[in-house]
């Protein structure tokens, strides 16, 4: 029965969050609580020669100030360091391990004091002197050093004799600048000291479990001995997969001083921690002249820390995506003094795919062919990498659906030819694509006899509503109304969870949900089939259904026992149950969601001023829990592509290896006035084979493809193609 | 360095009346009004996420009129009436554009909202937007990284009652 699943329920979470009730890692209470605050290096590379904490250690009300110096133990093997998303290769960071420098801006000491505003003030008298040595931070300018990173995928055919010989080429590079998640919410712990070395930290992340197994080894505790909770998460994109610097330092300072600890970093030191790496994608195309295309490669060179060799797929989508008998595909990587990237929202695609269908816009326009019916003419029903046929694909509908809504077919395809007043109107598109990933989780159920459960799970929610789509899940799989249903997230003593990202969590939370509420019917069936004149004496557990509160037979739901009879006949007021779910491997299917996106931009001809007056995302995602939350979710990922595609990058000041904007009012990102009509479409993708309900997942797919469509819509309202990002006004007056 | 800078500033008794209640505390000069209510009076729904003006997670209304709380220090608002998120609910019936935020599902990740909140019924009471574009112009201090923002337009218009 589907009362809630499909349906636009609002969140459960809702009242908490417009309330000021829902409290975040920062904000827990503790008895005795003191504040830290961290000192940052100013070099990118080289030693501490000398750290001078006297003067901190004087002003009234500083507790003790920590370094690598005097700091209690850290593990001191790489193992222990790595967590459950860290890249294989390298040497995961560790703060105020030695006097080594690796980056600008990492944490070289802790300041604990009674107060935060003391802590702050005392952080400024740490004497710091440095033992500089060379640096590089320029990806550019060290393009030259890139190596592959693994080995490249087994090319097809002979893409460089294609290519020499295409009819029509287009070769080019697009560079994406570095990005920096800034979610509203400052990475904080707050490390509570519960006595005895034991711990519950509660932390900014979007694993529980991950940030549980890394302290554990970090510290050498016991798993009992720590607990991690989050229950809400104020935005992380990725910036809270892996367990960032702040954990380790609060439980450090809480360890030291055997009290209870909160480390809430700044918005500028945040950028410290990870980031989108800035990539230079160089993709060249060749095609015959009607269109179809003969050879594809893409060269993606990306930044990468000295210690840390992080990769991300940015190339394999062209790989994947478009028909073509020849292609080629390598990622690079160079390695800087900078902190190590990591994920960013849609990491590999969002990057990757701006340049592939920046690329195929521009094919487009060489070959005079609308840059819809190129799409058409390269369409595969078969992932073009591993040859395998998909378990849905309705891009060929989201092309359809997304120009009908917008209404492309009135384009003019002359670039400068459409006005509205003194702007210049630009109309562009392009394909989005995304993988439809999902991993093994457990749930446990608790049903009470009066007709309530609780389900929990160590999942996080970071804003994506997985609350909500796991109420919805439950309320129908137990056939109880959503009100009669809580859900609990985010502690590490809850059943597992991998982190929350990739877009996997709701195909893998619902599925565990069915799970663990198929072992609660297993059970009531038992009790229920017993009862004296049972309506349900000889029936399968297949036969059954939980619906309005009873266990009923699937084909006449009046041949019913109530929960509540059931429960009493077995003289029991609970049924607890706890399931994990894991998928069955299906190696011939390739799983994606994908989108079409159409933009509209506007720009004063004079000023260089662009607006982004509409954009249409028609997405493909299987089915979708809740149309409501889901719907936000691409409309958020849409923002985030205006971002990429006009406002955001980290300039770094390369002299100094220094970020120059680490702030959120010069890292630009959207604001309201920035963002009009977003007209989110989803298209039906019955999926048969991907997973029981169908699903797929939304978090990444909506920003993929945004930024190209954007810049491709300025290239026609202007009849410039800007191919390094953002897209700001001073490019178009150039 | 001289010694003297080193030392902390004396306290000064401040008086605020926090959603209608009294609240007499000591604080140092230099305690903006967010520290104050986040971490002297345990008020955590507003939210700090920059420290630095830029971002608006920190608005609540002093006498009626919104404000960056990390921008304002405490004891220069002696007196004063300040509205929190906390403090516009009255008992269990949600103020109407609390209402409105969870029907258009104008926030997703909760970080942003109780200053987007406070922010709209300051423009309320502003009185100055009368559409959407002017709705995005006067709510553009208040960002949110999650990308609500046509729902949060859409959650002010249902308050404002009109379209």
Redesign the interface.
């Known amino acids: 029965m589907n009362a809630y699943v499909g349906t636009p329920t ?2 459960v ?12 890692a ?2 827990f ?1 503790a008895d005795g609580l003191v504040h830290g605050f961290v000192v940052e290096a100013t070099i990118p590379r080289g030693r501490i020669a000398r750290l001078d904490t006297s ?1 901190a250690l ?4 500083v507790l003790d100030v920590l370094t690598h110096a005097n700091r209690p133990p850290l593990a001191g093997n790489d193992e222990a360091w790595k967590d459950e998303v860290a890249p294989e290769k390298g040497s995961p960071f560790r703060p105020l391990y030695d006097d080594t420098i690796k980056f600008n801006g990492q944490p070289i000491a802790l300041v604990v004091a009674e ?4 802590a702050k ?1 005392a952080a400024t ?1 740490v004497r710091v002197e440095y033992e500089p040595h060379g640096f590089a931070t320029d990806l550019e300018g060290e393009r030259g050093s890139a190596v592959e990173f693994d080995k490249p995928h087994e090319p097809r055919g002979d893409a460089a004799g294609a290519l020499a010989r295409a009819a029509v080429r287009h070769e080019a590079d697009y560079v994406i600048p570095t990005e920096h ?6 990475f904080a712990t707050t490390a509570v000291w519960d006595g005895d070395g034991k711990l519950t930290v509660y932390d900014k992340t979007q694993g529980v479990q991950n940030v549980h197994k890394f302290l554990c080894g970090v510290f050498d505790k016991k798993p009992d001995d720590i607990r991690v909770v989050s229950p ?6 990725g910036s809270g997969l892996r367990p960032q610097y702040q954990v380790v330092l609060a439980t450090l300072g809480a360890l030291a001083l055997k009290r209870s600890v909160r480390l ?1 970093l ?2 500028q030191q945040m950028y410290g921690l990870g980031y989108r790496p800035m990539t230079i994608e160089r993709v060249a195309l060749g095609a015959k002249t009607d269109g179809a295309l003969d050879a594809v490669t893409h060269e993606a060179i990306a930044v990468t820390s000295r210690y840390e060799d992080f990769a991300r797929n940015d190339t394999g989508w062209a790989e994947q995506l478009y028909s073509s008998p020849n292609s080629r595909f390598s990622h690079k990587l160079v390695q800087l003094d900078v902190s190590t990237p990591c994920d960013m929202r849609a990491p590999g695609a969002a990057s990757g795919v701006c340049a592939l269908e920046c690329a195929m816009d521009e094919l487009a326009v060489a070959l005079k062919l609308d840059p819809v019916e190129l799409r058409l003419k390269c369409y595969s029903d078969r992932d073009q990498s591993e040859n395998l046929p998909y378990t849905s694909k309705q891009l060929r509908e989201c092309y359809a659906r997304g120009a009908d809504a917008f209404g492309w077919s009135k384009r003019n395809p002359a670039p400068r030819s459409m006005r509205d007043g003194k702007e210049l109107v630009g109309w562009g598109m392009a394909t989005g694509v995304w993988e439809a990933l999902q991993m093994p989780v457990a749930v446990r159920i608790v049903l009470t006899s009066n007709g309530h459960a609780e389900v929990s799970c160590a999942a996080s929610d ?4 997985t609350y909500t789509i796991v109420a919805q899940v439950a309320a129908d799989a137990l056939g109880l109304p959503i009100e009669n249903i809580s859900v609990k997230l985010a502690d590490s003593s809850l059943p597992q969870a991998p982190v929350e990202g990739g877009s996997w969590m709701a195909a893998s939370s619902a599925h565990a949900v069915l799970a663990a509420a198929e072992e609660v019917r297993k059970e009531l069936l038992s009790l229920a089939s017993k009862m004296h004149r049972s309506p349900l004496a000889d029936a399968e557990l297949t036969d059954t259904v939980l619906v309005d509160g009873t266990i009923a037979r699937t084909n006449d739901n009046s041949r019913a026992v109530s929960i509540a009879d059931a429960m009493r006949h077995g003289n029991i007021e609970r049924i607890a149950k706890e399931k994990l779910n894991q998928f069955d491997e299906d190696k011939k299917h390739a799983r994606n969601t994908h989108s079409a996106v159409f933009a509209e931009v506007k720009v004063d001809e004079e000023l260089g001023v662009i607006r982004v007056s509409r954009i249409v995302s028609a997405v493909a995602a299987g089915r979708i829990l809740n149309t ?2 889901g ?3 691409v ?6 592509g205006i971002g990429m595609a006009l406002h955001e990058g980290t300039v770094m000041d390369h002299r100094f290896g220094r970020i120059m904007n680490p ?3 010069e890292y630009h ?10 007209d989110v479409i989803f298209v039906d993708e019955p999926d048969a084979h991907i997973n029981k309900l169908g699903i797929k997942g939304l978090g990444e797919i909506g920003v993929v493809g945004v930024p190209a469509a954007i810049a491709n819509a300025v290239y026609h309202a202007t009849g410039k193609r800007i191919r390094r990002f953002p897209i700001t006004l001073d490019k178009l007056l150039d | ?1 001289a ?1 003297a800078s ?3 500033p004396e306290r000064i008794p401040v008086n605020l009346v926090v959603n209608g209640t009294n609240r007499d505390l000591d604080l ?1 000069p ?2 903006t009004l967010l ?1 104050a209510l ?2 002297h009076l ?11 003006g ?2 608006g ?1 920190c608005t609540v209304l002093v006498d009626g009129r919104r404000v960056n709380s990390c921008l304002t220090l405490a004891v220069m608002k002696d007196g004063a009436e300040i509205t ?3 403090g ?2 009255e008992d269990a019936t ?1 103020h109407p554009l ?2 409105a ?3 258009h ?1 104008a ?8 200053g987007q ?1 406070c922010s709209a019924a300051g423009l309320l009471a502003e009185g100055h937007a009368k559409d959407a574009d002017e ?3 006067l ?15 859409a959650a002010i218009q249902q308050a404002m009652g009109r379209p």
């Open positions: 609002s969140r979470d809702g009242r908490a969050k417009v309330t000021g009730a829902a409290k975040y920062g904000e209470p003067a004087q002003v009234k009300g107060e935060w505003e003391t003030f008298l998640h800034n979610p509203m919410e400052l809400y998460v104020g935005g992380a994109f809430v700044t918005r970071i804003g994506t509503g409501k939350t719907r936000s979710q409309m958020g990922g849409v923002v985030w702030n959120i009012a990102i959207p604001v309201n006035a920035d963002v009009r009509d977003i | 360095m010694q080193h030392q902390m140092a230099w305690t520290d986040r971490d345990g008020m955590t729904g507003t939210k700090k996420g920059c420290d630095h830029q971002c997670a929190t998120i906390e516009l609910a949600l609390q209402q935020f969870i029907d599902d926030f997703q990740c909760g970080y942003c909202t109780p909140i709705i995005r112009e709510m553009s201090g208040n960002l949110c990284r999650c990308g609500a923002y046509p729902n949060i337009v």
